[in-house]
């Protein structure tokens, strides 16, 4: 009872702080890793990503399915004055009489001809013949606009090739312009498309790492609150001292987060290659290796950020519905940075985007955004950020621990604004 | 020979609080307040509401701290290296509503450092002993109040404590809940554990308790033994019930009046005459003496006594 305390108790209460922080940890995640909630979230976003692909491939896949493949074939029923068999015409183009294509429509073989009458070129219309009605689908609408330019350029070729225009220059009216993207130092090109998903992709991808972030801070700010209201957290108290206790619950919860993400991260690297096959840029994307590991980094630390602050908000709040007002203060805050989004994507010099990356509560989104938008990684921003993200977590986790210790047993009572502050500032 | 006697009586206390102080805003809330509780103990925590018991338990369990003075557990200083020893039940308890019952029980088993298969065996086997053999993958929101109460009870002995410290533990239990859980309480002083009770039923302080600490305003007013505080409270009179027995005073030098009722007799004793004085006298007449007890008045009004100030608390405070 007197004296300091004993070396063998340091090192009993060393182990034992472990054990319990690990107990804690271990049973909160796979408690929230089962929760039908937690199972359908992470489920839910790479199903969206499959459920993507597989519209995308419906939709392209208007033409791979019936009798009609490869490159949209057209059927062209020829009653004017020019003769268009004496244009050479890619495979996809064939020439029938009016009841061979017939026959083929009332087969199946074929979705519609078209039916070019004898007075063209002197009149522009040209007939779409169907075989009835029947579903329409976006596929239908992506191969009639297939064929139509094929039509539209058979037809100038049959115009042009008559009058003597050599077959060359034909090619070029059909065919003005081809453009390449090159860059000075022969880079690999960047497609338009890449470019546009460039922009849009950070802004997504931020917006999803804040989310999770939010989500796991949440299952703790939900585990938090669950054992007030429960009362079961004086029992927890009387065996795991409020450090180890908080400690565990971080880590347990920032686990099942993190599990979240990977597999998300998981399910974007093997959907994004698939996706961008069918939907233009997105297959240009890299993302390169650094670029995950910072992302992790920066998840954990924001996590870790918002985590202690949320387990604080949990002691504090008299309920769970308080608890969730509280905390939607600090979600508006997080994402400042996409509010500023503009200014990132015209001059990730500003000042202003500096000042977002230092702030520890807007560090972890606005990083994420200037990672995905800055073409080499900005080493002294990142470090910069790093360290004074790296210094909000251990403050903010000493000194919401001492507020979890002075509040937790106040239920249903919101302790006054000078015992929080006295709490913060209280030694022991 | 001092020092082995002073280990010996380290050893035999579980928990010893010297002068202790806490303070919540301006409120002291426990001043001073001493006391021990030993080994193989069931120690009765008695005070009106706000006295300052659930501070001091908490102290005791290092969930907060003291501002001044030592508490030491089970031979140290409170801690997490000793909190694996302790059971615990509070009086704002409860248990996590959607998960089955024994796994609750074999996450506070798991805390208290057991083993997780060992502990949902332990689990299994208290909830079997308290009748929720059936029950044990129920969810807590499934039980009624009895059957979470005794689920609870058990959640404390879990691991075995060599300190219980269970604040209002019979409350809002029927008679047979209630008497099946002081027979848990019982057997664990039994086997050798330390137990502090709460409780505002000063009916089963005074059957169940070795010893009461009454406190009040965060200061002890009362600390004991039954019979003692009773005696101290009792006016200094004896009543008998037998035949023959003489009624005269001046026949007794211990006493001074003699008030004959309903059968029974009283003896109010003379100042410095013990009851132990009267007995022996009464041994000498040819009196048959069928009941002799103090006349003391029960816990219930040294309790209201002691907290509206009686000065005869001082005695055995």
Redesign the interface.
């Known amino acids: 009872?007197?004296g300091p305390?004993?070396a063998t108790?340091h090192a009993?209460?060393g182990a034992?702080?472990l054990?319990?922080a690990t107990?804690?940890a271990r049973?909160d995640y796979l408690?929230t890793v089962r929760r039908r909630g937690y199972i359908f979230g992470t489920l839910l976003l790479p199903i969206g990503f499959l459920a993507l692909f597989g519209l995308s491939a419906v939709l392209g896949g208007g033409t791979t399915t019936g009798p009609i493949t490869g490159t949209s074939p057209i059927v062209i029923v020829d009653a004017s004055s020019v003769d268009l068999s004496t244009v050479e015409t890619p495979g996809a183009v064939r020439i029938m009489s009016e009841a061979e294509a017939e026959a083929a429509l009332r087969a199946g073989e074929i979705h519609e001809f078209y039916r070019v009458p004898a007075t063209w070129p002197t009149q522009p219309d040209v007939e779409r013949v169907t075989g009835g009605s029947s579903a329409f689908s976006l596929g239908d609408a992506q191969r009639r606009e297939e064929q139509t330019q094929l039509l539209a350029a058979t037809l100038r070729a049959g115009l042009l090739l008559p009058a003597g225009v050599p077959p060359e220059t034909v090619t070029r009216v059909i065919v003005p312009v081809r453009i390449q993207a090159v860059t000075l130092d022969d880079a690999a090109a960047t497609s338009d498309a890449a470019m546009v998903a460039s922009a849009i992709v950070p802004f997504a991808f931020t917006l999803l790492f804040v989310m999770s972030i939010f989500i796991t801070s949440g299952y703790l700010l939900q585990s938090v609150t669950?054992?007030k209201e429960?009362?079961?957290v004086?029992?927890?108290?009387?065996?795991?001292?409020s450090l180890?206790l908080m400690a565990g619950k971080i880590i347990g919860l920032g686990a099942a987060g993190l599990t979240q993400v990977l597999i998300w991260i998981a399910a974007a690297l093997v959907a994004l290659p698939l996706i961008g096959s069918q939907v233009g840029g997105l297959g240009d994307l890299a993302i390169s290796p650094a670029m995950i590991i910072l992302a992790v980094v920066y998840f954990v630390l924001g996590y870790l950020a918002f985590g202690a602050v949320f387990a604080a908000i949990g002691a504090i709040a008299p309920g769970n519905r308080e608890a969730q007002q509280y905390s939607g203060f600090f979600g508006f805050v997080a994402v400042i940075p996409i509010i500023f989004s503009s200014l990132f994507l015209t001059d990730l010099q500003s000042p202003v985007v500096t000042v977002l990356a230092i702030i520890p509560v807007t560090a972890t989104a606005a990083m994420l955004m200037i990672l995905a938008l800055s073409p080499t990684v900005p080493v002294g921003l990142v470090v910069l950020s790093l360290v004074s993200l790296t210094v909000f977590v251990v403050l903010a986790t000493i000194a919401s621990a001492r507020v979890f210790?002075a509040t937790l047993?106040l239920?249903g009572v919101r302790p006054s604004i000078g015992?929080i502050v006295s709490a913060i500032l209280a030694r022991? | 020979m001092t020092s082995t006697v002073a280990t010996s009586a380290a050893v035999d206390q579980a928990v010893v609080v010297d002068d202790i102080w806490k303070r919540f805003g301006r409120v002291d809330v426990v001043q001073g307040l001493s006391f021990e509780v030993r080994r193989g103990e069931l120690l009765g925590f008695l005070g009106p509401n706000g006295a300052g018991k659930t501070t001091t338990m908490r102290m005791i369990l290092d969930i907060i701290r003291p501002d001044r003075g030592r508490i030491s557990v089970l031979g140290g200083e409170p801690g997490v290296a000793r909190q694996s020893r302790i059971g615990y039940l509070p009086e704002d308890r409860g248990l996590y509503r959607d998960v089955p019952v024994v796994d609750t029980l074999t996450y506070f088993g798991a805390l208290r450092g057991m083993r997780l298969s060992e502990s949902r065996a332990r689990a299994t086997e208290l909830l079997e002993q308290v009748g929720l053999g059936d029950s044990l993958r129920k969810k807590a929101a499934e039980l009624s109040r009895g059957m979470h109460q005794k689920a609870q009870l058990m959640a404390t002995v879990m691991n075995e404590p060599d300190l219980l410290i269970v604040d209002e533990p019979f409350q809002g239990l029927d008679p047979v809940n209630a008497e099946l859980l002081k027979g848990v309480l019982l057997s664990q002083r039994e086997r050798g554990a330390a137990v502090v009770m709460s409780t505002h039923d000063m009916g089963d302080a005074q059957t169940l308790c070795d010893r009461i600490l009454l406190i009040d305003g965060g200061r002890r007013v009362l600390y004991g033994t039954v019979p003692d505080i009773r005696r101290a409270f009792s006016d200094g009179a004896v009543e008998v019930i037998g035949q023959g027995v003489p009624t005269d005073a001046t026949l007794y030098r211990s006493v001074s009046h003699i008030s004959p009722m309903d059968g029974r007799i009283r003896f109010l004793l003379r100042d410095g005459a013990t009851a132990q004085d009267l007995f022996r006298e009464l041994a000498a007449t040819d009196a048959i003496v069928e009941r002799f007890s103090l006349d003391a008045p029960d816990l219930s009004e040294v309790f209201l006594r002691a907290v509206a100030g009686d000065p005869r608390a001082a005695a055995v405070a």
């Open positions: 009872m007197s305390m004993p108790d009993a209460e034992g702080f054990r319990l107990i804690v049973r408690r669950e054992e429960n009362r079961v004086e029992i927890l108290l009387s065996s795991v001292p180890p210790r047993l239920y015992r022991d």
